[in-house]
């Protein structure tokens, strides 16, 4: 355990157990986005918070007879899920293919080198609150006209209420070089970003601890991302590791964002910037990544007003992916028209 901040996370962290936690602060239901007169397209937990205070208007019947599906089995699935069970409703159905289930926000803790990956896991089985009946299907499209999911296997699923949860997909392709750095030991390219890859992020920077001079870049994605705040977490825990070791005078780290502040909020972002000029973090605001290049290990950045590129060197690379809606909702009646 380095650093002082990993020491901390670690004495908080290390009972964490991947579990969902049904005590959130609901979302109002302004959050929603209302499709039909039954079909909901959510971010985290608002379904829950509007079927539960619908529920206590309902009787017992109606919590019985009303069919519920839900699109998606990560933590906002999950969590609605078990709401729903604890408000009384008896048919609920998950929709979820995989078979395990991953708790992400620990990924952050384990590309610091303060979690073990297998941490993160754990069996749907495990995690299905009880009496929600699994639907262990991938859902192919949907016709919220006759209240149906069409299945990839052919069958389909009613209801009478849907709430899509399907998260984010991850379009690891769209950076050249990438997929390819993710996957070669020692190109210095990581992600915390994926199960897969997220001990990876540990591997390439624990080497680095102990040498006087290195060079981390951290990049912020120019889509809108699951946790935008991830991406500096680990730089965060980074820094504040090699500080911890005496080793931050010869650590040269960076934040490459293609926007024009720390962060999208400006309460936080204020903040931050503090931090970075204190810390000694170097912010190159209006850049986004474009390409990597293996045998320089050197990445390129498009600066985003003048449309220039320039290249910089790197001994780690840190790299927040670009993100979208999955392509089955891309494709679906519920896609807006950007998709």
Not at 197 to 221: A, G, H, N, Q, V
Request: glycine fraction near 12%.
């Amino acid at each position: 355990n380095y650093g002082a901040a990993g020491r901390r996370i670690f004495d908080v962290g290390r009972d964490l157990q991947p579990v969902v936690n049904t005590n959130h602060n609901f979302l109002p239901p302004k959050m929603f986005s209302r499709l039909s007169g039954r079909t909901w397209l959510v971010t985290a937990t608002a379904a829950g918070a509007y079927m539960g205070s619908r529920s206590r208007c309902g009787g017992e019947k109606e919590k019985e007879d009303r069919k519920i599906v839900i699109i998606g089995g990560g933590t906002a699935g999950l969590g609605v899920a078990a709401m729903l069970r604890n408000e009384g409703f008896r048919n609920v159905k998950l929709v979820e293919p995989n078979s395990q289930h991953y708790y992400q926000p620990l990924w952050t803790l384990v590309g610091g080198g303060i979690m073990d990956n297998a941490l993160t896991a754990r069996g749907m089985e495990d995690v299905l609150p009880s009496g929600v009946e699994w639907v262990q299907k991938r859902a192919k499209t949907f016709d919220p006209s006759h209240n149906r999911v069409a299945l990839e296997d052919g069958t389909s699923v009613d209801y009478d209420v849907m709430v899509v949860a399907a998260g984010i997909q991850i379009d690891w392709n769209k950076i050249p070089g990438l997929v390819q750095g993710l996957g070669k030991e020692g190109s210095g390219v990581v992600s915390i970003y994926d199960y897969k890859y997220c001990e990876k992020t540990w591997r390439e920077i624990k080497p680095f601890l102990d040498k006087p001079t290195s060079k981390l870049l951290f990049t912020m994605s120019p889509t809108l991302i699951k946790c935008a705040g991830a991406p500096q977490k680990i730089m965060w825990l980074v820094e504040d590791t090699l500080r911890g070791l005496g080793k931050r005078e010869g650590a040269d780290i960076s934040f490459w964002t293609p926007g024009a502040a720390m962060f999208g909020v400006k309460h936080y972002s204020d903040k931050l910037e503090a931090l970075r000029e204190a810390r000694g973090v170097r912010g190159v605001f209006h850049h986004e990544l474009v390409g990597i290049d293996l045998d320089s290990k050197t990445a390129t950045f498009k600066d985003k007003r003048s449309g220039g590129l320039v290249a910089e060197p790197f001994d780690v690379l840190h790299v927040a992916p670009h993100m979208s809606a999955p392509d089955f909702i891309k494709a679906s009646p519920l896609a807006g028209e950007q998709g």
